[in-house]
Every structure is written in structure tokens, then in C-alpha cells.
């Protein structure tokens, strides 16, 4: 079965949204690696390289189950941490890894309890509980507090890595603070719509729609 780099490279581009910025990349099917793209942590792996027993690729595709952990330096030289999904491709078991720093998972436990927004030329730190829900929209990544809106320069990506576990991604463009939300609904084509208590009304997009069922469990 020949799966050319330009598929590999669409499918890892269509799963963007959740894999965080500057991570490595690598995709490992059968006994083999077939794809790798080098992040903030260079694990220097090679494209034909074959799976170690034992490894989280090798878990990943034999158990097909998520599998993350810190890795010593063993296999590739340098310690990192390592996030391994179960995929398919072409109808063939395989697996997705994220690899970062080796202490990310440690960062990943530290959640902002505020953030600092701007409105034109003044800065206002804000309290995370006070956020309704935070916006991607013309390249620009905003957040909304009562009638207020701010500017910071996160991305989405990077505030998911980093919000309290009440903020939930519903959208590409849409990340809300699950108190906020005063009802669900669907509209005219059936896709969910979410009201918040000041009366915004927020899209879930079909990609979310069942990590959103999932966490606010309906």
C-alpha cells in the first residue's frame, strides 16, 4: 500500500485545531514510521525508521488506545513527552504522535487564572472565571467580558493548552466558558447553537460536535 506525503500532510493539516503549536509530528503504521516533521522538540527521526517494541507507537497501534507519557532518552537520543492516538488509514491501523518537551505535561497542569487583554492603547488583566468566550476572527484572537471586548495575541491553539477545564472548544473559531452558556438549541439545519447569558449566540461546529455532547453530557 503506497499512502504518498501529500495525504499524510492533508490529513495532519485537517487535525491542526487540536495538535499544539510547534509540537513534532510523526505517523507510524505497520512496523514502520512513514511520516515526520520536526517541532520544538527534534526527536530526529527518519522517515522508514522501524517501531521499537515497547514504544508509544508501537502501543498505540497494537492496543488502539491513546497512549502519553514522558520518555527518557533511549530510543531517540533525547528525553520528550509523547501523545499516541489510534488512526486508520486507507483501512489500516495506525498511529499519530504528538511529541513536545519533556515537561510539558508538567506545564500543561498550570492553567491561566487570568488574562491580560487589550482595548485600544490600555492592557486590563482579567479574572478567567469573568470570560464568556474567547473568539479567532480576522487573524486576531479576542475575548468577551459582559458587553467588553479584548485583544491578546494567543491563539486558540495555545489558550487550549492553558484554560481552566470550564472553557471548552466548540467551534474553529469559538473556545466558551461553560457557565456562560444559558441554553442549547439547534437551528434550521439542525446543527446545535449555544445561547449565552448575555444573549450571544455561539455555533458548535459539526468537528466538536461530540467532544461537546461529551462535556456537557446530553
Avoid at 152 to 181: A, C, E, G, M, W
Wanted: proline residues 6%; negative net charge; contains cysteine.
Amino acid at each position: 500500500m503506497v499512502i504518498t506525503r501529500e495525504t499524510l500532510e492533508q490529513y495532519v493539516s485537517i487535525l491542526g485545531d487540536w495538535i499544539p503549536k510547534d509540537a513534532a509530528i510523526a505517523i507510524a503504521m505497520g512496523d514502520r514510521y512513514i511520516y515526520y516533521v520536526e517541532g520544538i522538540q527534534d526527536i530526529q527521526l527518519i522517515e522508514g525508521q522501524p517501531v521499537v517494541p515497547g514504544s508509544i507507537a508501537d502501543k498505540v497501534i497494537n492496543k488502539r488506545l491513546k497512549v502519553d507519557k514522558v520518555m527518557d532518552n533511549t530510543l531517540f537520543g533525547s528525553p520528550y513527552y509523547g501523545i499516541g492516538y489510534p488512526i486508520d488509514l486507507q483501512g489500516e491501523p495506525a498511529a499519530l504522535l504528538v511529541i513536545l518537551p519533556s515537561n510539558y505535561h508538567i506545564l500543561k497542569q498550570e492553567p491561566f487564572r487570568f488574562l491580560t487583554g487589550k482595548q485600544e492603547e490600555e492592557w486590563c488583566p482579567i479574572p478567567i472565571e469573568e470570560i464568556a468566550y474567547i473568539e479567532s476572527l480576522q487573524k486576531k484572537t479576542w475575548f468577551y467580558v459582559a458587553s467588553e471586548q479584548f485583544c491578546i495575541s494567543y491563539t486558540l491553539k495555545d489558550l487550549q493548552l492553558r484554560l481552566p477545564k470550564t472553557f471548552l472548544r466548540i467551534h474553529r473559531s469559538y473556545i466558551v466558558n461553560i457557565p456562560s452558556i444559558q441554553r442549547i438549541s439547534r437551528d434550521i439545519t439542525s446543527n446545535l447553537v449555544l445561547t449565552l447569558r448575555d444573549g450571544t449566540e455561539l455555533p458548535v461546529g459539526q468537528t466538536y460536535m461530540a467532544d461537546v455532547r461529551k462535556a456537557l453530557g446530553f
